[in-house]
């Protein structure tokens, strides 16, 4: 039984994964969902390319919410610049897929330094009021712009092309989005453990102190904003690639709430507990469905003309339960239950 965790040296302190055997289960678990279209129907594929879609826009908001402690509910602007831009380079201007997506993370990342600047300021509900306020701009914008965006009706999405291989089947586009998945979180556990990752932290803990020791907060603060945007951007431009269409409407100001809530739920600041989150809040709208089903054509029917309604309650109450019940989220859950096992029998 392991008595203690002590570290010797500063690389031990910095390492990426502490026991090697969570190597072992990272790849286990990877090659397992890579296997995944093998034995599920196109149904479950899809839930889990939503899953992992949202799961890397997750990470981004978590890394600027989380970790650099900067609240934000403007994201939804950020995903629907994500998905405009892949939309409009491939259609309107011709560049290939492949390179139109990391182009559509960084337009977002651009455009984050709009809200970023004068956010620079502004900490807290003031900082969420201007973060929600982009959004709105964002949403108005795309709406008037009808030569480049084509308002309120929106514009398909051509499918994505990769050294040949188009990716319009289920299965491939899920192998990609778990393999940018994959790529995001090593990103992300790298990050947090570099330089700019402890300054983020540093910032979230005590800005002023952080200035003190001579950080700057101008340089870290803009710079989560845009690698949080980029990480958005990404996914909206995925999300456009997956629905074939974007239209303002698939970028609803519900999003941000929907991502906030899955790192909340998942557990603040913790790679791993974004990506729990995501999953989880992803599959609960399943769960409602099938919950529903058995409750006879009266709740189904309530369901369909309320689901927006339905939804927004279910995620408050989630909300209040984790806070209320398990302040750390999935992620405590998950180290709790670890810590159980580690020392059983003797645990209590």
């Known amino acids: 039984m392991r008595s203690g965790d002590f570290k010797e040296s500063y690389g ?29 129907g196109g149904y479950v ?11 890397i826009g997750v990470l981004g908001l978590n890394l600027l919410c989380g970790v650099a402690g900067q609240l934000s509910l403007g994201h939804a602007g950020f995903l629907a610049l994500g998905g405009y831009a892949q939309a409009i380079l491939v259609t309107d201007y011709g560049v290939p897929g492949w390179i139109a997506l990391p ?21 807290g509900l003031y900082l969420a009021l201007t973060t929600l306020a982009f959004a709105y701009i964002v949403r108005h914008l795309i709406l008037i712009s009808e030569d480049i965006t084509r308002g309120s009706s929106g514009m398909p999405v051509p499918s994505l092309a990769v050294a ?35 300054a983020w932290k540093a910032i979230r803990d005590h800005d002023i102190a952080a200035s003190a020791m001579g950080i700057s907060l101008t340089r870290y603060k803009l710079l989560a904003f845009m ?9 909206g431009a995925l999300m456009a690639l997956h629905i074939r269409y974007v239209n303002v409407d698939n970028f609803s100001l519900l999003l941000s709430v929907e991502a906030l809530a899955m790192i909340i739920v998942g557990g603040l600041g913790r790679t791993h507990g974004a990506i729990m989150g995501a999953v989880f809040l992803s599959l609960l709208h399943e769960v409602i469905r099938i919950a529903f089903g058995y409750g006879g054509s009266a709740l189904q029917a309530l369901l369909t003309d309320r689901i ?3 939804k927004e309650i279910l995620y ?32 209590q």
């Open 164 to 198: 040949g291989l188009r990716l319009d089947q289920q299965a491939h586009f899920y192998l990609l989005v778990l393999a940018l998945l994959v790529a995001f979180t090593l990103c992300t556990l790298n990050l947090m453990r570099s330089k700019v990752g402890r």
């Open 227 to 235: 690698v949080s945007a980029f990480y958005a951007g990404v996914a």
């Open 12 to 40: 031990q302190l910095v390492v990426l994964a502490r026991n090697p055997v969570g190597w072992v289960y990272a790849a286990g678990a990877v090659l397992a969902l890579s296997l995944l279209p093998v034995f599920a």
């Open 316 to 347: 408050g109450v989630v909300i209040l339960l984790f806070l209320r019940l398990e302040p750390e989220g999935l992620a405590g859950i998950w180290r709790k239950t670890k810590r159980f096992w580690v020392k059983w029998p003797l645990s």
């Open 308 to 310: 927006y309604e339905i």
């Open 103 to 123: 182009l559509s993370g960084a337009i977002a990342a651009a455009a984050s330094l709009v809200v970023g600047i004068p956010s620079l300021r502004l900490r």
């Open 45 to 55: 594929i899809n839930l889990a390319t939503m899953a992992g879609i949202a799961a």
